[in-house]
């Protein structure tokens, strides 16, 4: 049973930085093309933060470009998402999600809670 366990989450003051991670902590996964960042916010729906796509475009959700970096490091089979310049309105449990086809459920790790506020 593939696993994906995500870190780095806590809280932070608007304007502050968090990096997240995600990797596999049990099973192997092979021919993965896509590896994204998700997140949702109480009471909203999930939304795509960013992802990552092999041979692709990385792709951003509007709202957090300029601010946002998706990277992964495939030696460590570690997907990251450096997140600066965080908001309030970027609070919200963040999940990873890795695909091997665009049309597939994949894997999701159980989420890490950000929470930025003053």
């Known amino acids: 049973q593939v696993q994906l366990v995500e870190s780095g989450g806590g809280s932070a003051r608007p304007g502050e930085s968090l990096r997240l991670s995600c990797t596999v902590s049990s099973g192997k996964i092979f021919g993965i093309n896509y590896k994204g960042w998700y997140r949702q916010a109480p009471g909203k729906q999930r939304e795509l933060v960013a992802e990552i796509t092999s041979g692709g475009p990385t792709e951003y959700l509007d709202s957090v470009k300029g601010r946002f970096t998706i990277s992964n490091d495939n030696a460590k089979n570690t997907l990251y998402l450096q997140m600066n310049s965080l908001r309030p309105d970027d609070t919200a449990v963040y999940y990873c999600?890795?695909?091997?086809?665009?049309?597939?459920?994949?894997?999701w790790g159980q989420g890490t809670q950000v929470t930025v506020s003053s």
């Open positions: 999600r890795w695909r091997k086809y665009s049309f597939d459920g994949g894997f």
